[in-house]
C-alpha cells in the first residue's frame, strides 16, 4: 500500500507561483516514478507532468516552461514548482505513482488562479 498526501495547493492572482508537494508513505519502490495530473471543474482529468527514476521529466504543452517537477527521494517527495500562473491552470492537482504494478492516487490539493 502507498499513501500519497498532497499540499501547496491554495488561491493566487494570475502571474504568480505555488510549489506543490505529495509526500509518500508505504511501499517507497512505488514512487520511483511519479506525475502530477489536473481535473477542473466539468473537465477530464489531465495529464500535467512526470518524472522517472533517472531523473527524466515530460510536461503537457500548456504548462511547458512554466512548471517544473522535481524529486527528493530521502524523502520520498515529489514536487511541482507551477510560476507565471494563469486563470486556466485552475484545478484540483493529483499526483500519482506511475511505477509499473503500482497505480496509487493522493487527495488532490485545490489550486485557484484568479485573473
Known amino acids: 500500500q502507498v499513501q500519497l498526501v498532497e499540499s501547496g495547493g491554495g488561491s493566487v492572482q494570475a502571474g504568480g507561483s505555488l510549489r506543490l508537494s505529495c509526500a509518500a508513505f508505504?511501499?517507497?519502490?512505488?514512487?520511483?516514478?511519479m506525475s502530477w495530473y489536473r481535473q477542473a471543474p466539468g473537465k477530464e482529468r489531465e495529464f500535467v507532468s512526470a518524472?522517472?527514476?533517472?531523473?527524466?521529466?515530460s510536461y503537457a504543452d500548456s504548462v511547458k516552461g512554466r512548471f517544473t517537477i522535481s524529486q527528493d527521494n530521502a524523502k520520498n517527495t515529489v514536487y511541482l514548482q507551477m510560476n507565471s500562473l494563469k486563470p486556466e491552470d485552475t484545478a484540483m492537482y493529483y499526483c500519482?505513482?506511475?511505477?509499473?504494478?503500482?497505480?496509487?492516487w493522493g487527495q488532490g490539493t485545490q489550486v485557484t488562479v484568479s485573473s
Open positions: 500519482k505513482t506511475e511505477t509499473p504494478g503500482c497505480n496509487y
Open positions: 518524472i522517472d527514476s533517472d531523473g527524466s521529466t
Open positions: 508505504g511501499y517507497t519502490y512505488c514512487t520511483y516514478d
